[in-house]
Structures are given as structure tokens and as C-alpha cells.
């Protein structure tokens, strides 16, 4: 029987609302759950539940908060290959990358399990005699977070962790095409202990959850909104915190590239392009957009990554491929406006283009009912084509060549995201002088644009986010606001500035 999943508000079912299939697009004809989209007013209404809620949670001591992260750490890697294969069915990533992407979760709980007894404030010196002055972390109160489903229990771990560690109640609305995964998720991270109305969960479309933050914001009912998606739905986002004074932390889009410089290891780039280009089929925040090769070994780079393409297998998501089908129906449409931007000027070098169909296979592949593309490399891309400046959330790699480091740099800066970036190279000067230059927040040298670790700063700047970064430590400024208390014990008023003490 199909599963049929519902929003948790206050520990409780809501009610059903609007029906929605999430489903297989290994196999579009299976229902993986269907799902009952809430309205706006349900949205607002979870997070005054999550307003009360969250004044108890404050006061559980951090390290009580550590501890049941540590369950929620626990409990999800105890049911790791059920979420996998859950992740898998429902999005089509590939087996082992969901595995991937559920060590990610066990990861982040591991990091903030012990961060419940650090949270650290500080003593600082004053001014003045008799007097001391401190910092606290407070929590920020309740946190609206709204995820893609690309990364459907990962990405949602890295706002969920650290948000409820540092004494916040949360309202989340996980992508409706990714909704089984995040019921999942919901579910494990409920049943570590958290009380009801700290963690709730809504579905919703996206007017009705724009509606919903609208009036939240409002009236006051949410403090923080976390959002990883597209950069045109990250500014809207924007524009409405921004309205209530409020900063979101924003994780949106890229246009990553990699540079290759004359000195590179060819194989170990092709390997690299090979998982940042089509790796969850493109589909990455931090996956490859261009790749920009030195002219002298541009041709040979672009024959072994064709070769390497041409073999990688594509199919069954549970299998041992390289890629999977496209998250979802509306990815899938989206992708084939993307292969319209290929123009005239550009060489397709890596075989036939657009869905897998018995009429278009790839080899024996017929495509089977799912939404598989082929995978596509466009050499020949230069500013100003759509390809070489937007983001192509899909299986599809621009190439371009260049001459000067500063060139490659410049080239690689110009579509002004500025997420993920890779220098292939063997020369350190020009992998320094490449992170110098590069306005991107994460920087791999000799390594994939795809593939951050889950306790270093994620995150971009430009079209990609407004600065703000997820994960490890850095994140606890997204989730605390500083509070500092000076306290004087000296007996008189002493005044800043004008009582100073002399020597
Ligand atoms: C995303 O696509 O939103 O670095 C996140 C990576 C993963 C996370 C991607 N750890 O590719």
C-alpha cells in the first residue's frame, strides 16, 4: 500500500490537505508516497506551535541537547541502508551516493553531539577595575527551514543538527518530491527524544510556504530562516527576511568550475570532472558547470573525459552506476530547456543528447520508464552564452580552454556565483594564486568541485548566498545570537570611555 504522509505539527498529524504523488523516477509509474500539501495558514500556525515549544527546549542544558544528538546520530545510522535505499527509490541517486549521503548525517551528529558541551562564551578584560566583562551564546528562537531534495536528509541534517543543539524549535518543509526521505528523517530524529513541537515538519508547495513565512514573519513567530535552493527563490527569500531586519542563511545555486593547468594530472582530472559533472546526474549544488583547460592540453583533456563519459555506466540507481535518473519530473522538463542553449558555436563531444528512450538508448540502455538523460559535454562555451553563465542543474559539463592563470581566473569568476571551485594542477603557486583569485566559499585542489566534508565552512557568496555558512563550527553563529554582560563589582558607577584607568 502506498504510504501516505502528512505534515507533524506538535507531535501531530495535521490534517491531510491537497494530495501530492512523490515518485520513483527510476520507474515513474511508482508512487513512492503520497503526500498531503498544507496550507499557508497551517505553515504559520507550526511555527506559534514551535514559538511555545521552544521556550522549554532553551532551558534543557546544551550538553542534555548534546546528548540527544547523539541518539539522533545513533538511531540514523542504526537504520542507514533503509534511508539509503529510501533516498534512492524517491530521487534516483545512486545506492552508494545516498550511503554516502547518510554517513553525512551520522557525521554532522558527531560534531555537534560533543558542541552541546562546548557552546562556548567568552571572559573578556574590561576597561575598568572591579569589573568583568562576558559572552554568551543565546539560542536565535525558531528557525524555518526550507530544503531541496536533492540532498533530501543530508542538507536538511546540516539546519536540523545544529539549530536544535543551540536550544531552537524548528519548522521544516523538506521539498515535496523528496518527502518519504524526509518523513524518514523526521521520524528518527523524533524518536531520539526530542519534545513535540520542537522538531515539525510541513508539507507544502512553494506559494503556500512563501504565504505561510510571510505571515510568520509577520507576526513574529520565526527568528531565522535557513533555505538551500534555487538562487531565484534564494532572493525572494532574501527580500522578505530582509523586510523583518532578519539575515537567512542561504545555500543557492553555482556554476562551479575546475580549472586544469598544463602541469595537471589528465587522468586524475578526468576522474574528478567525471564524479563533479555527473555525479547525483548533475544535480549538485557543488556539481561542475565549466571546465576551463589550459589550450595546450585542452584537446587531450577533452578526449579522455569524452572516453571516460562514453563508459560510465547509466541506469538502475540501485546499481553500480555513475548515474541515476533525474530527481523529478519538473527537473526533468527544466533539463531539456537546458539542452536547448546549446548553440550553433559549440561541439556536442559526447554523443546523443536529451532523454534515453528506445528510440534514443544509450548502447543496450532503453532508459526503462525512468527519467535518464544522457550525459552531455559542450566544448566551445564562452562568456555570455547561457551555458557558460547560468546554472544547469543536470547532466551537463561546458568546456572551455584558456592561456594565462588570470585569464582561467577571470573565466572562472564571471557567471559572479560563487560556491564550489577546483584547480587541477601541480604547480602550488598556481593553486594559490587560483584561491586568492577565486570569489568561490570552497576551494579543492586536485580534487572534485562535488565532495565537501561535513565540518568545514559550506557555502557561497554572489549568486550562490549571501555569505552565510553551514556545517562544523561556523555555523553556530546562524543558530546563537551573542549576548554580552559586563558586571561590576567595585561599588561605584564606573563609566565606559570615561572612567578608564590610568597608569
Ligand atoms: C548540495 O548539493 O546542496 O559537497 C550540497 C557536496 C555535498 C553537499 C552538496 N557534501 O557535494
Not at 559533472?277 to 558547470?289: I, K, M, P, Y
Request: proline share 6%.
Amino acid at each position: 500500500m502506498t504510504r501516505q504522509l502528512a505534515s507533524v505539527i506538535g507531535g501531530k498529524e495535521a490534517a491531510f490537505g491537497t494530495p501530492y504523488d512523490s515518485i520513483n523516477p527510476a520507474r515513474t509509474t511508482e508512487v513512492v508516497a503520497r503526500v498531503g500539501l498544507a496550507d499557508a495558514e497551517t505553515f504559520a500556525g507550526a511555527c506559534r506551535v514551535a514559538r511555545e515549544a521552544q521556550r522549554e527546549w532553551a532551558t534543557v542544558p546544551a550538553p542534555v541537547r548534546g546528548r540527544v544528538i547523539a541518539s539522533i546520530g545513533r538511531l540514523v545510522e542504526a537504520n542507514t541502508e533503509a534511508l539509503a535505499r529510501l533516498v534512492t527509490e524517491e530521487i534516483g541517486k545512486p545506492y552508494a551516493e545516498a550511503l554516502g549521503e547518510v554517513r553525512e548525517i551520522v557525521d554532522t551528529c558527531d560534531f555537534f553531539l560533543g558542541e552541546g558541551r562546548r557552546l562556548y562564551g567568552q571572559t573578556v578584560p574590561s576597561e575598568m577595575p572591579d569589573k568583568n566583562l562576558f559572552t554568551f551564546r543565546v539560542p536565535v528562537g525558531v528557525a524555518a527551514v526550507i530544503t531541496a531534495g536533492n540532498f533530501p536528509v543530508a542538507v536538511p541534517s546540516w539546519y536540523l543538527v545544529p539549530a536544535l543543539l543551540c536550544g531552537n524549535a524548528v519548522v521544516w518543509k523538506p521539498a515535496e518530491y523528496a518527502a518519504a526521505s524526509a518523513h524518514a528523517l523526521y521520524r528518527l530524529f523524533t524518536a531520539a527524544g526530542l519534545p513535540d513541537g520542537v522538531l515539525n515538519i510541513v508539507f507544502a508547495d512553494g506559494a503556500a510556504t512563501f504565504d505561510g513565512l510571510s505571515a510568520a514573519l509577520e507576526e513574529g513567530t520565526v527568528d531565522k530562516v535557513g533555505f538551500t535552493g534555487s538562487s531565484a527563490v534564494g532572493r525572494r527569500i532574501g527580500e522578505l527576511c530582509g523586510r523583518h531586519l532578519q539575515s537567512p542563511c542561504l545555500e543557492l545555486g553555482g556554476k562551479n568550475p575546475m580549472v586544469i593547468t598544463p602541469d595537471a594530472d589528465l587522468d586524475l582530472a578526468v576522474e574528478g570532472a567525471l564524479f563533479a559533472g555527473f555525479g547525483t546526474a548533475g544535480q549538485r549544488c557543488t556539481s561542475l558547470g565549466t571546465v576551463i583547460a589550459h589550450s595546450s592540453i585542452h584537446d587531450e583533456f577533452l578526449a579522455r573525459y569524452a572516453a571516460a563519459v562514453e563508459k560510465a555506466p547509466v541506469g538502475d540507481p540501485m546499481g553500480d552506476v555513475v548515474l541515476g535518473p533525474l530527481l523529478d519530473r519538473k527537473f526533468a522538463e527544466r533539463f531539456e530547456e537546458y539542452l536547448t542553449w546549446i548553440e550553433p558555436h559549440h561541439t556536442v563531444v559526447s554523443g546523443p543528447t536529451g532523454r534515453i528512450t528506445p528510440d534514443n538508448p544509450r548502447g543496450d540502455f532503453t532508459g526503462e520508464g525512468g527519467l535518464y538523460y544522457h550525459p552531455v559535454i559542450v566544448d566551445g562555451v564562452r562568456p555570455g552564452d547561457r551555458l557558460f553563465m547560468e546554472e544547469t542543474f543536470g547532466p551537463i559539463v561546458g568546456v572551455t580552454s584558456y592561456d594565462t592563470l588570470e585569464e582561467a581566473i577571470e573565466l572562472a569568476n564571471l557567471p559572479g556565483y560563487g560556491l564550489s571551485s577546483s584547480i587541477y594542477t601541480n604547480d602550488p603557486k598556481s593553486a594559490f594564486r587560483f584561491r586568492a583569485g577565486i570569489g568561490a566559499g570552497m576551494v579543492s585542489v586536485n580534487n572534485s568541485t562535488s565532495g565537501a566534508e561535513a565540518h568545514l565552512p559550506f557555502g557561497g557568496n554572489g549568486r550562490s548566498g549571501n555569505g552565510s555558512r553551514q556545517s562544523g563550527m561556523w555555523v553556530l553563529d546562524q543558530f546563537t545570537r551573542w549576548q554580552s554582560m559586563n558586571w561590576d563589582y567595585s561599588g561605584r558607577l564606573q563609566k565606559a570611555q570615561m572612567d578608564v584607568a590610568e597608569i
